[in-house]
């Protein structure tokens, strides 16, 4: 099993900053260790749900176009948890947030699914 449980979202004025912090726990999380991946998505009000940014083991990082350079994610492997930094806000950052988790080893993508956080970005 693998719980996550994502904290952080609100409201916030264009230009602001909000942090998510997504804690995960479970017999199969933690039996991935090195092998899972811990990432950020999203969906907009009427739109899919996007890719924003993920984070390996070992920290490599990656992210969608539309947040580099004003997102940063993290993780603290000793406490299970990844965070989504995000600064310099915009009205069309708002949506529902998800953290997801990947087992690396079993090459079905993320299939590991938080309960979302709302993120809204007034202009």
């Known amino acids: 099993q693998v719980q996550l449980v994502e904290s952080g979202g609100g409201l916030v004025q264009a230009g602001g900053s909000l942090r998510l912090s997504c804690a995960a726990s479970?017999?199969?999380?933690?039996?991935?260790?090195?092998?899972?991946?811990m990432g950020w998505f999203r969906q907009p009000p009427g739109k899919e749900r996007e890719f924003v940014a993920d984070?390996?083991?070992?920290?490599?990082?990656y992210y969608a176009d539309s947040v580099k350079g004003r997102f940063t994610i993290s993780r603290d492997n000793a406490k299970n948890t990844v965070y989504l930094q995000m600064n310099s806000l915009k009205p069309e950052d708002t949506a529902v947030y998800y953290c997801a988790v990947d087992d690396t080893r079993q090459g079905r993508g993320y299939d590991y699914w938080g309960q979302g956080t709302q993120v809204t970005v007034s202009s």
């Open positions: 984070c390996k083991w070992g920290g490599h990082t």
């Open positions: 479970g017999r199969t999380f933690s039996s991935m260790g090195p092998f899972s991946s």
